[in-house]
């Protein structure tokens, strides 16, 4: 937590638009001109490619970026295997899949000194690391920033604070999210995690797939829901700092630990399309039904992860935003439902449309594949009741990430205390209304 840390944070400045081939220098002339790798780099820096995609992959969803370095990645020790912590991966094999609707309290208080990596809480996943396939939820709850820096092999991150601001100093420059942003860290980018607040508690989507993209918009047309120039990437900014800095990398599922004798941010200039970005989620461009039904909430996909069969999700990041509801003759609330799709939700501020009570911000929800779920018995009856006016849902920020695989829970989430142990009641006592003659 510093003053300092939230001034820098609120002076940052950005380049605009999700998938651009962006540039940026932080000492003028940096960045090469007209080639990638000249035969001396300027500035005597090192040129390094570092690849998202394979190179062969299509060029509308290549990603890459060159970084233009004072010292080159490859000059450092050899890594360490040291403790996971409470971060799992896939596959996950400590529990068998559960076909309950179950429901989490946000996580108890860390102890003083907990870093965003340290904080970092695995609930469940599904595919494999080693495959590239899949993913996690996490939760965290950091007390401190970090010293460290923390680079995945295994995924990119998508960071959903929902208390305590963030400054995030990655090797492209900073990042500042707010509750209410998400971050989004590619593979392999290095970070580190500042507090701008005493603490700091929320979600993290850790994609092991392709690249999260933006859905296509069909008949939508060439506008709306996220749009492309709100994704924000950082300017290039960097550390030149001789001395001890601790290097953790996650890989195959496992945290390996090296000190370097520098700080690997230490990029003076790149261009790329292999980024991170922050996005203001109250900037998403909420469409739905202006006649009759509830839509479904794919048409609230912020960020997809395709897999190899089309329309199928690895993982969809998907936001209930402030929005009007205005459906005539409709049950305006989400409706009862059973999925292939498996669904854990998050909430960021206020309340869920779909449960009354229960459903709190820094908990979550998981409704695996075709398990049935839908509105409490409290929602049903207000929404079957309901004059229906034109309703503004103005006091909630929840999400979804939505997974074509079921998640299998660590044994910690299984066995949490925070875990609620009556969900299931929030379904009794709904009434049979049923008559054969109306
Ligand atoms: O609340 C949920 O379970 C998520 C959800 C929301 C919605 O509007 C329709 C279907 C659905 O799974
Ligand atoms: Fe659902």
């Known amino acids: 937590m510093s003053g300092e840390a939230r001034k820098t944070a609120e002076g940052l400045t950005y380049l605009s638009g999700f998938g651009n081939e962006h540039s940026s220098e932080a000492v003028p002339g940096a960045l090469p001109e007209g080639r990638n790798a000249p035969q001396r780099a300027p500035l005597g820096l090192y040129a390094e490619q570092l690849s998202g995609t394979a190179f062969t992959e299509p060029r509308a969803h290549n990603r890459r970026s060159w970084l233009y370095r004072i010292r080159p990645s490859a000059a450092h020790p050899a890594f360490t295997h040291t403790h996971n912590g409470w971060i799992r991966s896939a596959p996950f094999t400590e529990s068998v899949p559960d076909p309950n609707r179950l429901r989490w309290n946000p996580l ?16 469940g996943g599904n595919g494999d690391t080693t495959q590239r396939t899949g993913m996690a939820v996490h939760v965290y709850h950091a007390t401190d920033s970090m010293d460290r820096v923390f680079s995945d092999a295994d995924g990119e991150l998508l960071i959903v604070p929902e208390q305590g601001g963030l400054l995030l100093r990655t090797e492209f420059g900073l990042l500042h999210a707010e509750p209410g942003h998400v971050a989004l860290i590619p593979r392999g980018v290095r970070f580190r995690v500042e507090l701008l607040d005493p603490s ?239």
């Not at 102890?111 to 695995?122: I, N, P, S, V």
Request: charged residues 20%.
């Open 108 to 123: 108890p208080e860390p102890r003083e000194g907990t870093d965003f990596l340290a904080g970092l809480w695995t609930l």
């Open 200 to 438: 700091a508690r929320g979600y993290v989507c850790e994609n092991y797939g392709a690249p999260f993209q933006l859905p296509d918009l069909g008949p939508i047309g060439a506008n709306g829901l996220a749009n492309a120039r709100d994704f924000k990437a950082p300017v290039a900014a960097y550390e030149d700092v001789d001395g001890p800095v601790e290097v953790v990398n996650k890989f195959c599922g496992n945290l390996w630990t090296a000190v370097y004798d520098h700080s690997p941010l230490d990029v003076v200039a790149w261009h790329g399309n292999h980024v991170p970005y922050v996005y203001d989620l109250r900037r998403f461009n909420v469409i739905g039904s202006i006649s009759y039904d509830h839509p479904d909430p794919s048409i609230f996909t912020v960020l997809t992860s395709p897999s190899d069969t089309p329309g199928l999700a690895g993982v969809d990041f998907v936001v209930f935003a402030p929005r009007w509801l205005v459906g005539e003759d409709t049950f305006r609330p989400p409706y009862f439902h059973r999925n292939v799709m498996s669904e854990y939700m998050g909430l960021i501020e206020g309340a869920y449309d779909a449960k009354a009570e229960g459903f709190v911000p820094g908990g979550g929800s998981l409704h695996n594949m075709m398990s049935a779920h839908g509105p409490d018995r409290e929602t049903f009856d207000r929404a079957s009741a309901a004059d229906l006016e034109p309703q503004k849902v103005a006091d909630g920020l929840a999400f979804m990430f939505e997974t074509r695989w079921p998640v299998t829970l660590t044994a910690h989430a299984a066995q949490a205390d925070h875990l609620q142990r009556h969900y299931d009641d929030v379904w009794k006592g709904l009434e049979r209304h049923f008559r054969a003659v109306s």
